[in-house]
């Protein structure tokens, strides 16, 4: 696609329950990117794909946060048993190749936990 | 752990003035990246520098890169309403790195 495509755009789910997160990157880009944004914060790293290497997933925040990508193309981030601290925008993002070639990010998922 | 603290974290101008924000860190970096983020978007790349002491040109717009690629800065020339946004620096340690970004600044341009 011409953009990195996030679905769905906003989310809100009660605490405890498992909540599925979408992302669909540029077609041809080899490396795709999670990061979290809170409130007043920066972009939180979660988890990086780069090709058929094993992802580089330290910085999930804990277990319940999980992430695949298939077929080397969209990516599904997976959080279990919500809580309110989950509270936040997640953004997804890919690149042509890992480096200085800069990032391409989608809109992000609003995702709320009540 | 590679922090990028930037600065000021707000700041509210009028319409014409110009203006500077800073990204530093205690750490080296390979490369660093300049990006801007609306309310509701994702954050979209307006700049990359990777050799110490480098300065790059967007308009009114003007990046440099530190001597020893440790901190950057941004600055803007008489700014407008349209460049009212949240302005983030992204480091890379090396190519196989995720970007570490700091927290931001909040850029207000008043007509």
């Known amino acids: 696609g011409a953009g990195v495509s996030q679905s769905p755009s906003n989310k809100v789910t009660e605490k405890g329950k498992d909540v599925e997160l979408r992302c669909d990157p540029i077609?041809?880009?080899?490396?795709l990117y999670w990061y979290r944004q809170s409130l007043g914060q920066g972009l939180e790293f979660l988890i990086y794909f780069q090709g058929n290497s094993a992802p580089d997933k330290s910085g999930l925040p804990s277990d319940r946060f999980s992430a695949e990508r298939t077929g080397g193309s969209v990516s599904t981030l997976t959080i279990q048993r919500t809580q309110q601290e989950d509270s936040a925008v997640y953004l997804c993002a890919s690149s042509l190749v890992p480096g200085a070639s800069g990032y391409t990010f989608g809109s992000g998922t609003r995702l709320t936990v009540v | 752990t590679q922090l990028l603290e930037q600065s000021p974290q707000f700041l509210s101008i009028q319409e014409g003035e110009n203006l500077t924000v800073y990204c530093n860190s205690s750490?080296?970096?390979?490369?660093l990246q300049w990006y801007r983020q609306e309310p509701g978007e994702g954050p979209v790349l307006l700049v990359t520098?990777?050799?110490?002491?480098e300065v790059k040109k967007l308009k009114r717009l003007t990046f440099q890169f530190g001597d020893a690629r440790k901190d950057s800065s941004l600055h803007i020339t008489a700014a407008q309403p349209g460049d009212t946004g949240l302005y983030l620096c992204a480091g890379q340690n090396s190519g196989n790195t995720p970007l570490v970004f700091g927290k931001g600044t909040r850029l207000s341009v008043i007509a």
């Open positions: 520098v990777v050799t110490g002491g």
């Open positions: 077609s041809g880009h080899t490396a």
């Open positions: 750490s080296v970096f390979s490369s």
